[in-house]
């Protein structure tokens, strides 16, 4: 399985910008998806997750109330839609895919990774 993230970018606090991530397969719609995110000396950091249909969804207390995940199975897509961006969400945003139908909120219970997209957020 392969993970195409994107949608990342500039964007003033405040503004608003939907990640998405593509996977190859047709498997994408038994995993279960998150989103992590990353900045300079840090360890990777849980975002949000979602079960394999979209059905339960889990979030970091730092985005809860701001950011939305959500799948289209039939697009083997999955989406970060990131309103009131701050300052502190500028990271590399990751998003991951594990062999399990479930929620994931730790690096390690993914199996395939993207390779990032970059969202800054100027103050």
């Known amino acids: 399985v392969q993970l195409q993230a994107s949608g990342g970018g500039l964007v003033q606090a405040g503004g608003s910008l939907r990640l998405s991530c593509v996977a190859s397969g047709r498997t994408f719609s038994r995993y279960g998806m998150g989103w992590f995110r990353q900045t300079p000396g840090k360890e990777r950091e849980f975002v949000a997750t979602?079960?394999?249909?979209?059905?339960?969804?889990d979030y970091a207390d730092s985005v809860k109330g701001r950011f939305t995940i959500s799948r289209d199975n039939a697009k083997n897509t999955v989406y970060l839609q990131s309103n009131s961006l701050k300052p502190e969400d500028t990271a590399v945003y990751y998003c991951a895919g594990r062999t399990r139908q479930t929620m994931g909120v730790r690096p390690y219970e993914y199996d395939y990774w993207g390779q990032g997209t970059l969202v800054t957020v100027s103050s």
């Open positions: 979602i079960n394999y249909s979209g059905g339960s969804t």
